[in-house]
């Protein structure tokens, strides 16, 4: 089936909000490397065991997760205008707040309810889920897109934080940077104004063409299938979050520089970012199933390289590897949420699938500095990581058996 240009939704105007709402995400989410660059320092000033600034990456990542559902809900009511320029104060309120944190407990609060709650929750799952609204025909690297401000955020801050950490100091650093915040993502969020346009006849009847006239998904009650996305994007963060989140300490450890492990870890989120817009084209061309699938595989062989891999030319290499792998895998679960519910429930079942995704995120990145404080190395905790790695993709592969050969792309593209 060809689709006609005006039997489609997408306009300029879609790509401008795909554009603005990357570069709201990689300014945003370029918050919580600042905890990551100066996990070692912020633990040493306060004399903390490194699990306390890992579980303020955590805190940020679960606030944001429930935080997305809340302004996904105000979105779906009245437009992303007013949840954008809300979640742009907080941002950078929250990262000042937490430079002025006197304790473990304000600073894993500010991270927390002002930062993740109140800001980044906002700038994730409510921008994905926006975006969809404005294309049907290109949903998909549109979406990688959007996703890919995530890993650019990763690509550009790292180096730059682990100066200004070096050269004035980590309190200073997220001070700059929270008034950086303010300055970029208040004139950003006034794009979000213009609501998304309506489906077309033919995007709802594309829709109802995919869906099952029982209303069951992949032949099982709706809410079973969201269960199952829920405890599989849980299993590929947990792995997922592990070296990005430790990599910086676990190349100090290994006696190297943390100049050189902030650049593996710009290096890795690099080429996520590159291999986003791969993953995207794919999705609109095989489905978002089968695609998670192949990054889930990918990120596994990645995960494993880094338990055995102790040089500094292996590690980079294998950094290029693993961002490659991984970073078609939370885009994915906004196409797979599209793909296989109603559009009138994409919304909140999006909302929840990211809200799972941010826990497994902060799990990860919190038994990471919880099994290193226990055991003095990462390998163990890079092993657990592949662990969970395993349950994502036998979830995946199931989800995919009971899928069966059907196309399951949005719409298709045209000739």
């Known amino acids: 089936m060809n689709v006609r240009p005006q039997d489609s939704v997408e306009c300029a105007y879609g790509w401008a909000v795909a554009v603005v709402s990357t570069m709201m ?5 370029g918050t919580s490397y ?6 070692k320092p912020i633990a040493a000033d306060f004399g903390w065991p490194r699990q306390i600034p890992s579980a303020a990456y955590a805190m940020a990542l679960f606030g944001a997760g429930i935080g997305g559902i809340f302004m996904g809900w105000w979105a779906d009511r009245k437009g992303m205008g007013a949840p954008a320029l809300f979640g742009a104060f907080f941002v950078g309120a929250g990262t000042i707040a937490a430079a002025y944190s006197p304790d473990a407990i304000t600073f894993l609060a500010a991270h927390f309810l002002i930062l993740g709650l109140l800001g980044n929750g906002a700038m994730f799952a409510p921008l994905l889920t926006n975006v969809t609204h404005w294309f049907d025909r290109r949903r998909g690297i549109a979406v990688a897109v959007v996703a890919s401000g995530q890993s650019l955020a990763g690509a550009i801050w790292p180096p730059i934080f682990r100066y200004t950490i070096d050269e004035y100091g980590w309190q200073e650093s997220m001070i700059g940077y929270g008034l950086f915040c303010f300055v970029t993502l208040i004139p950003l969020a006034l794009v979000m104004r213009r609501p998304a346009p309506r489906p077309t006849v033919a995007s709802v009847a594309a829709a109802e063409a995919r869906g099952n006239g029982d209303g069951r998904v992949l032949r ?15 299993g590929c963060c947990v792995a997922m979050s592990m070296p990005m989140v430790h990599i910086v300490a676990h190349c100090s450890d290994l006696g190297f520089s943390a100049a050189r492990g902030a650049e593996m870890l710009s290096i890795l989120l690099a080429c996520a970012f590159i291999s986003r817009i791969g993953y995207g084209w794919l999705a609109d061309r095989v489905g978002g199933l089968r695609t998670l699938f192949l990054g889930a595989s990918l990120q596994l062989l990645g995960l494993a390289c880094f338990v055995y891999v102790d040089s500094l030319q292996g590690l980079y290499l294998v950094s290029v590897f693993y961002g490659l792998g991984y970073g078609g895998i939370v885009p994915m679960y906004a196409i797979i949420v599209r793909e296989l519910f109603r559009d009138s429930e994409a919304g909140w079942r999006m909302g929840v699938v990211f809200l799972f995704g941010t826990i497994g995120m902060a ?26 790695n395993i349950l994502n993709l036998v979830l995946v592969g199931f989800m995919l058996s009971r899928q069966g050969g059907g196309d399951r792309r949005a719409i298709p593209l045209p000739a």
């Open 220 to 234: 099982m009650p709706p809410n079973l299938a969201l269960g199952l996305l829920c405890v599989a994007i849980v």
């Open 363 to 388: 799990l990860g990145g919190y038994f990471g500095g919880l099994i290193f404080d226990l055991t003095g190395s990462y390998r163990l905790a890079f092993l657990t990581g592949i662990g969970f």
């Open 34 to 39: 600042l905890v990551v660059v100066g996990l």
């Open 25 to 29: 995400i990689a300014v945003a989410f």
